[in-house]
């Protein structure tokens, strides 16, 4: 099963998220039939999509991740809240580029460099948060890492990793975020860089049988690392038919009639996870009824 941790270094010099989010990852391509690339650019992004969440305060906040750098894959976008839950999906997961001279898949290319990251915090207030920022690489990771740096003012370390297998599924995939906290002295930090410099790839860590803990305490063995809490992640969809209902009634009454006149039925995927819900007979003329009173 997939989980997050919450840490701290024992001197309170830096505070850690890391997250294993295999399952989660393989769900995504499951439902989404993703290639090779699409899968890994989709999978770093619902893995930091999985920590952003995580860092918020309440169960009701909601972080939405959209990133668009004008490349092959379009947008990604993902949402995710503090309890492990996340969705998400890409807009062309057809898209497959050739690998890259070191042998390591292409996100880069395929999602491209001339867009944004803009994340989205809806707080329960009557407006969200947004902060947008340039794409860097569209390595994701390295996007990430100047969203925080120039909208949060918050010098983070973003590392994430997505390993695909022959089949196509998913053998590993995590990440984690770094994050100094202010009183940092300059020997530690540059302990921590030292560290962060030397990672090597992030999803050979990940690609194991080791607890999340385990593997925290390994990257980081020259600090004593406090694990503070735990919590389950997942690829979790909140869509439902009713929800889908609700979306029909905003097409107005010419335009349902006609679909119904048309087929006699209408399907409703949902853009997120792929789950299709069937409209037919009784069901779409109790709509009908529901527009036209």
């Keep these: 099963m997939d989980y997050m941790i919450r840490a701290i270094d024992k001197k309170q010099t830096f505070r850690l998220f890391m997250v294993k989010s295999t399952e989660t990852v393989e769900e995504a391509r499951r439902r989404h039939n993703t290639t090779p690339t699409a899968s890994a650019a989709l999978g770093r992004t619902l893995t930091a999509g999985l920590m952003m969440g995580y860092m918020m305060k309440n169960e009701e906040d909601k972080l939405t991740?959209?990133?668009?750098?004008?490349?092959?894959?379009?947008?990604?976008l993902t949402v995710s809240d503090n309890a492990g839950r996340?969705?998400?999906?890409?807009?062309?997961?057809?898209v497959n580029l050739p690998l890259k001279e070191n042998g390591k898949l292409d996100?880069?290319?395929?999602?491209g460099v001339?867009?944004?990251?803009?994340?989205?915090?809806?707080l329960g207030l009557r407006d969200p948060y947004v902060g947008s920022t340039d794409i860097v690489s569209g390595e994701i990771a390295e996007d990430i890492a100047m969203?925080?740096?120039?909208?949060?003012?918050?010098?983070?370390?973003?590392?994430?990793?997505?390993?695909v297998d022959r089949d196509y599924s998913i053998k590993s995939s995590g990440g984690f975020i770094v994050q100094p906290l202010p009183f940092i002295e300059e020997e530690d930090l540059k302990k921590l860089e030292n560290t962060l410099n030397n990672i090597g790839s992030v999803s050979d860590h990940f690609d194991n049988d080791e607890?999340?803990?385990?593997?925290?305490?390994?990257?980081?063995?020259?600090?004593?690392?406090?694990?503070?809490?735990?919590?389950?992640?997942?690829?979790?969809?909140?869509?439902?038919?009713?929800?889908m209902e609700r979306a029909l009634l905003t097409l107005g009454r010419d335009d349902l009639k006609q679909l119904i006149e048309e087929?006699?039925?209408i399907e409703t995927v949902c853009h997120?996870?792929?789950?299709?819900?069937?409209?037919?007979?009784?069901?779409?003329k109790n709509i009908l009824k529901y527009i036209e009173h």
């Design 147 to 163: 969203y925080y740096c120039l909208s949060e003012q918050q010098n983070s370390a973003v590392c994430l990793g997505v390993l």
């Design 211 to 243: 607890d999340v803990e385990e593997i925290a305490k390994s990257i980081f063995a020259d600090f004593e690392i406090e694990i503070t809490e735990k919590i389950p992640a997942k690829f979790s969809c909140d869509c439902s038919e009713e929800r």
């Design 114 to 122: 001339n867009g944004k990251v803009t994340v989205m915090m809806d």
């Design 107 to 111: 996100v880069g290319g395929a999602v």
């Design 86 to 94: 996340i969705k998400g999906y890409v807009e062309n997961p057809d």
């Design 263 to 265: 087929d006699g039925k």
């Design 65 to 76: 991740i959209n990133i668009n750098g004008g490349g092959p894959l379009g947008t990604i």
């Design 272 to 284: 997120f996870c792929n789950e299709k819900y069937n409209f037919e007979g009784e069901k779409l």
